[in-house]
């Protein structure tokens, strides 16, 4: 049995859930424990704050954890990160009072910086040689500057709405960051081959992630056409219809070039035109 530490609630909650529910592994959430076995799967999840889980892996309290590359950066813990999942996606910047002339690096030397990220920074003003006093506090930071508690603040940004709503602006980013599976140093071999079938699982989770599977009605004399506009595949299916002179066209495209391509399909004559979701792709 694997266990799993994932973020009991919060920003990376519902995604990790999704992820896993699309892995097949069946989870009984009806009632909340910290600990819920999985029915199909070889898999426990331990639901724990994002804080306590590059701990809990590097310590053999959980296998594996999901959690921000950010948290994980910062705890520096000693476990492995597998894999990249895409989503939680952040960078940890620095940003000072939107009013005042950002200079560069040097503008911080000196200078108080409140964070929650104290060793990402401690590293970043090192490894640039600059001086600044970091301040730590654990929420809110992006309101310091204006209370006074420090000159700039280092802290998550996404959107960068929050920074604006505070008067602040992005001047330098350290880190990008997004979630990521992470696991113990060394797991036993039975471990280790659960990981895998996981692994393979969640692979074939993202393959699919923006891509539809495409079928339409083509005519017989169009359809080197078509053929020679769909990318990437190594080749779509083609079936005879039952009506002469017509093939049915099957293939795959991202959602990022689908309607450029759809609309170059109905200029060749394509007609019929389904699209559908995917839910794995093995590759
Ligand atoms: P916990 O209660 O588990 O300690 P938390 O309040 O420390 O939660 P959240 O705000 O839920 O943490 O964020 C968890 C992670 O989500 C962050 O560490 C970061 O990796 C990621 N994240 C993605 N986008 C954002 C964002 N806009 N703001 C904050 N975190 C984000
Ligand atoms: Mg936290």
Same mark, same amino acid.
């Given at each position: 049995?694997?266990?799993?530490a994932v973020q009991a609630k919060g920003r990376l909650h519902e995604e990790t859930m999704r992820?896993l529910?699309?892995?097949?592994?069946?989870l009984?959430l009806?009632k909340r424990t910290l600990l819920v076995?999985?029915?199909? &799967?070889?898999?426990?999840v331990l639901f724990l704050r994002d804080d306590d889980i590059?701990?809990?892996?590097? /310590?053999?309290?959980?296998?594996?954890g999901i959690v921000g590359?950010?948290e994980?950066? #910062?705890?520096?813990?000693?476990?492995?990160?597998?894999?990249?999942?895409?989503f939680g996606?952040? @960078?940890?910047?620095?940003?000072?009072?939107?009013?005042?002339?950002? /200079?560069?690096?040097?503008?911080?030397?000196?200078?108080? %910086?409140?964070?929650?990220?104290? *060793?990402?920074?401690?590293?970043? =003003?090192? @490894?640039?040689?600059?001086?600044?006093? %970091?301040?730590?506090?654990?929420g809110?930071?992006?309101?310091?500057?204006?209370?006074?508690?420090?000159?700039?603040? &280092?802290? !998550?940004?996404?959107?960068?709405?929050?920074?604006?709503?505070?008067?602040?602006?992005?001047?330098?980013?350290? =880190?990008? *960051? #997004?979630a990521?599976?992470?696991? *113990?140093?060394?797991?036993?071999?039975?471990?280790?081959?659960?990981?895998?079938?996981?692994?393979?699982?969640?692979?074939?989770?993202?393959?699919?992630?923006?891509?539809?599977?495409?079928?339409?009605?083509?005519?017989?004399?169009?359809?080197?056409?078509? %053929?020679?506009?769909?990318?990437?595949?190594?080749?779509? /299916?083609?079936?005879?219809?039952?009506?002469?002179?017509?093939?049915?066209?099957? /293939?795959?495209?991202? #959602?990022?070039?689908?309607?450029? !391509? !759809? @609309?170059?399909?109905?200029?060749?004559?394509?007609?019929?035109?389904?699209?559908? *979701?995917?839910?794995?792709?093995?590759?």
């Amino acid at each position: 049995m694997l266990r799993i530490a994932v973020q009991a609630k919060g920003r990376l909650h519902e995604e990790t859930m999704r992820l896993l529910e699309e892995s097949d592994v069946k989870l009984s959430l009806a009632k909340r424990t910290l600990l819920v076995q999985s029915s199909n &799967f070889p898999l426990e999840v331990l639901f724990l704050r994002d804080d306590d889980i590059p701990q809990s892996v590097a /310590t053999g309290v959980a296998d594996l954890g999901i959690v921000g590359e950010n948290e994980f950066a #910062e705890k520096q813990e000693d476990a492995r990160i597998v894999k990249r999942l895409g989503f939680g996606q952040c @960078r940890l910047s620095l940003a000072i009072p939107k009013n005042i002339e950002y /200079t560069g690096l040097g503008w911080f030397e000196g200078k108080k %910086i409140a964070t929650s990220y104290p *060793s990402i920074l401690k590293d970043f =003003m090192e @490894r640039n040689g600059i001086h600044a006093e %970091i301040h730590v506090i654990t929420g809110s930071v992006e309101v310091a500057p204006s209370i006074g508690l420090a000159d700039s603040i &280092f802290d !998550i940004v996404s959107s960068g709405s929050t920074l604006v709503n505070n008067h602040l602006k992005e001047v330098e980013v350290v =880190m990008h *960051s #997004e979630a990521v599976l992470v696991a *113990s140093k060394s797991l036993p071999q039975e471990k280790e081959a659960v990981l895998a079938e996981l692994l393979f699982r969640m692979e074939a989770v993202k393959a699919a992630e923006n891509k539809k599977y495409v079928l339409m009605n083509v005519p017989n004399a169009r359809l080197e056409e078509v %053929i020679g506009i769909l990318p990437g595949m190594k080749s779509p /299916t083609v079936m005879p219809l039952a009506q002469e002179g017509w093939s049915s066209v099957h /293939t795959v495209l991202d #959602e990022g070039c689908f309607w450029e !391509i !759809i @609309r170059q399909l109905k200029a060749f004559g394509a007609q019929g035109i389904l699209v559908l *979701s995917i839910e794995k792709m093995i590759v």
